[in-house]
């Protein structure tokens, strides 16, 4: 059963923006979050008279993401698909870190997806409804990071993933992508220099990674294509790190 209607977090940019092409070129309504409300504003513009839904939401939020989904299962309560997407990566030494800021780190990239699979699959499982949930990790969250607390969420994504799929069995299939170095991302632009140039001395393959690379992903964990696979990890990274 390939997904008919989806929710993308961070749907206004890089990965995001992305997919919410690719889900409305494949027929899908979606259902798109993201706090840069410009960024919104510009992608229902772009998509203009196709079945496109955005909402202003903060995913760290615990509160935001509640009335987000109340929303959501108000006006479509047929959705069976989230991509948590939205991440937040500040490419600095732990020691630069406050309290604040490392738990807004861990509150984008893990508590969102936890609150917002919690609420998706509380709506969907009681009526035994099929559906699919893909998170957004990083080859940071397998070989570590220059930049601790990226390196432990996006860690943690994985642990969520796997979890997820054995607490949400058999009924909803939850994957994981892991993508290398995505250029054209406000995250690249933060990566260190010398951490960018051995990622990208790290790659097998040539070329670049667009977002569009990883949306693509993204997409076939969504459709019928990856219908035996739950708790797996794909990756979207030119062969760097192998392992
Ligand atoms: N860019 C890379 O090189 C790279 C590599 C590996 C993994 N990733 C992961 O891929 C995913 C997509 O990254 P991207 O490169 O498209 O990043 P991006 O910064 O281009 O886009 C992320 C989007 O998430 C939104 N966002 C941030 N905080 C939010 C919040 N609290 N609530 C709602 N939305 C929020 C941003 O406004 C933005 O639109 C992220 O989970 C990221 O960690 C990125």
Redesign the pocket.
Known sequence: MSISKVIV????????RALVRRCLDDGMTVIA????EP?LKALADEHAGRPLDTHV????DHAACDAFMDRVLADHPDVDGLVN?????LGQPVWDYDDPTMERVV???VM?PIWLSRRFAGHLLPEKRRGAIVN?????GEVGSSDALYGTV?AGVIGLTKSNAMNFAPYIRVNVVS????VN????DR?PGYRYAEYKRQEQLDGDIL?ED?ANVCAYLLSDHSKTLTGSLLRADNGCYPR
């Open positions: 977090t961070g749907g206004a940019n890089g990965v995001g979050c993201d706090i840069d960024g939401c903060d995913v760290a997407n939205a991440g937040l990566y509150g984008v990239n969102g957004l990790s990083s080859v940071a996006k993508p290398g170095l995505i991302t406000a995250i690249a990566i977002p990883v």
